[in-house]
């Protein structure tokens, strides 16, 4: 008897968005996150990619550190959108 095990697929890690604006950069913080930094390096917030099943959006999230939970922000369908939503939030 043989048995056959199945293993999980790794998930793969999304590529950075793009931004149009040189004002901010993003810093990986996991497969599906990244940091998004100022000129200066202050943290805004964080940008997070979701599935959907009309395409990829983008969310924007602040860390709580009492908690240690993400707020949300906003989700939006441009990387740019969400980046700018934490800018000016």
């Given amino acids: 008897m043989t048995t056959t095990q199945k293993h999980p697929v790794p998930e793969i890690p999304y590529a950075a968005p793009r931004l149009a604006s040189d004002r901010e950069h993003l810093v990986r913080a996991s497969d599906h996150l990244w940091r998004v930094q100022n000129e200066a390096g202050r943290i805004l917030g964080h940008l997070r990619i979701v599935a959907d099943p009309l395409g990829l959006h983008y ?28 800018r000016n939030g």
């Fill in 59 to 86: 969310r924007a999230e602040r860390l709580h550190l009492a908690t240690g939970a993400f707020r949300l922000v906003g989700d939006f369908w441009r990387p740019d959108d969400a980046v700018q939503a934490l």
